[in-house]
C-alpha cells in the first residue's frame, strides 16, 4: 500500500511559534507510520519556507532551523501540481502532497490565510478551511454570528485605535469590573487582561493593541471554562468535555503551559445532562461557523448553569498533553486514531 503524504506545517510568524513546535512533535509521534509519509514544512518565525528531513527532536529543541536538514520550499497556487516544490542548491525537486496538515497556531497559519493557499493550490486540508479558519482567528465575528444561533455571548465593545477613552469607560461602566480587554486577533493569552478597575483599563488596552490592530473590551462571565473537542464534517463526534479549575486569576499564558496553580479536569464535573446540552452547544457552534475536520469548542459555565461561548480554536493544543487529544482519549478514541479520522476527512472533503 502506498503511503499517503502528509504535509505538516510547523512553526509560524505568529508569537504561539513555540507553541506550535510542540504541537507539530505530537502530530508526528503520534501519527501512524504504516499509513502515512510524514513531510515537514518549516516556517521561521520571519516567515521563511524550508523542507525540513531532520529529526523530531530539531523540533523539540528549536534547532530545526539551524540543521543541514533544512532546504528552501515553497508551494504553488498552481492546480493540479499538488506538491512541495524543494529549492536545492542542486536545482529544484519536488515532494507530492496528498494532504495538508497546518499545526500551526495564531496569525498566519490557523487564521485562514495558509488554508487560503491550499485552497488554490487544490491540495486538501486536514482541519477547517479558509473561512472557518478566519471567523475562528476573530473573536468579534465568531461571537457575533454564534449569537445568532440563540448561544449566549459575552457582551462586548470592539475597540479600534482611536476609540475614544470616555466610551471605553462608559462601557465599562455598564458591564461592569472586572472585565477582559483582548486582542480580537490572537491566542494563548496574548495581549489578554483581567481589568479590576477604571485605572487599569488604558494600559490593557495598550497590550491587546501590541497584537492586534482591534481589542475588545468584553463582560467577565463567573464560573469556569469548559472545552468540547469537535470532529467531522457534517456527521460530527465529541470527545468527554473538559473543565478548567483555576485557583485565581485567568487562564493565562503560564497556566495554560506549566498548569502551576490550575487544573484540568477531564471529564468535567458536571451532571451529564449538562454536558450533553455542552457537546450538543459545541456542535451548533461548530456548524454556524463552517468548520470541518476538527475544532475545539471553548465555553463558560456560569454558576446559574447557562452555557456561554467563549471561542473556538481550529487548531488547538495538540501536545500529548493538550485538551484536544484529552477529550477525544477520555471518549476512547487514541491521539493516533484522531490524527487518521483527521486526515481522512480532510481526503473526503476534497
Ligand atoms: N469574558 C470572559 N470571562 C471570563 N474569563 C475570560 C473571559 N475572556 C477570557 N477569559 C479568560 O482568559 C483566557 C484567555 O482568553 P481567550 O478569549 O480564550 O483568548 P485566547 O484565544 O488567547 O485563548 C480564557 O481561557 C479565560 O480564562
Ligand atoms: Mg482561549
Not at 470592539?158 to 477582559?180: N, Q, R, W
Not at 488604558?202 to 490592530?213: G, I, P, Q, R
Not at 456527521?235 to 498548569?259: H, P
Request: aromatic share 8%; charged share 20%; hydrophobic share 40%.
Amino acid at each position: 500500500m502506498n503511503k499517503i503524504n502528509v504535509g505538516i506545517f510547523f512553526g509560524g510568524c505568529s508569537p504561539e511559534y513555540s507553541v506550535s513546535l510542540s504541537s507539530a512533535s505530537g502530530v508526528i509521534l503520534n501519527l501512524d507510520q504504516e499509513k502515512y509519509n510524514p513531510v515537514l514544512i518549516g516556517i521561521s518565525q520571519k516567515g521563511e519556507w524550508y523542507h525540513y528531513a531532520g529529526p523530531v527532536e530539531g523540533l523539540l529543541s528549536d534547532t530545526w532551523l539551524t540543521s543541514s536538514h533544512c532546504t528552501p520550499a515553497v508551494l504553488s497556487p498552481n492546480r493540479g501540481e499538488n506538491c512541495l516544490i524543494l529549492l536545492g542548491q542542486e536545482g529544484v525537486s519536488r515532494i507530492p502532497l496528498d494532504i495538508a496538515f497546518p499545526v500551526l497556531h495564531g496569525g498566519n497559519g490557523e487564521d485562514g490565510t495558509l488554508q487560503g493557499l491550499l485552497e488554490l493550490s487544490g491540495i486538501p486540508i486536514a482541519g477547517c478551511g479558509t473561512l472557518a479558519s478566519a471567523l475562528g482567528m476573530d473573536k468579534d465575528r465568531a461571537h457575533r454570528l454564534v449569537g445568532l444561533e440563540g448561544v449566549r455571548v459575552p457582551m462586548h465593545l470592539v475597540l479600534e485605535p482611536d476609540t475614544p477613552m470616555e466610551a471605553m469607560e462608559s462601557f465599562a461602566e455598564k458591564i461592569g469590573y472586572p472585565l477582559f480587554v483582548k486582542p480580537v486577533k490572537a491566542g494563548s493569552s496574548y495581549g489578554v487582561t483581567k481589568v479590576a478597575c477604571k485605572e487599569h483599563l488604558a494600559s490593557a488596552v495598550a497590550l491587546a493593541f501590541k497584537y492586534d490592530n482591534q481589542a475588545l473590551l468584553e463582560e467577565n462571565i463567573p464560573g469556569f471554562e469548559v472545552g468540547c473537542a469537535v470532529l467531522g464534517n457534517r456527521e460530527l463526534i465529541t470527545g468527554e468535555v473538559d473543565e478548567i479549575e483555576l485557583s485565581g486569576g485567568f487562564f493565562d499564558f503560564t497556566e495554560k503551559y506549566t498548569l502551576k496553580t490550575s487544573a484540568i479536569h477531564v471529564p468535567a464535573r458536571i451532571a451529564p445532562a449538562k454536558a450533553e446540552e455542552i457537546k450538543e452547544k459545541a456542535k451548533c457552534i461548530y456548524r454556524a461557523l463552517g468548520c470541518t475536520g476538527f475544532t475545539r469548542v471553548d465555553m463558560f459555565l456560569t454558576p446559574e448553569g447557562e452555557v456561554v461561548f467563549n471561542e473556538i480554536n481550529t487548531i488547538p493544543g495538540f501536545t500529548e498533553h493538550s485538551r484536544y487529544p484529552g477529550m477525544m482519549k477520555a471518549a476512547g478514541y487514541s491521539f493516533q486514531e484522531v490524527l487518521s479520522r483527521i486526515i481522512d476527512l480532510g481526503l473526503q472533503r476534497a
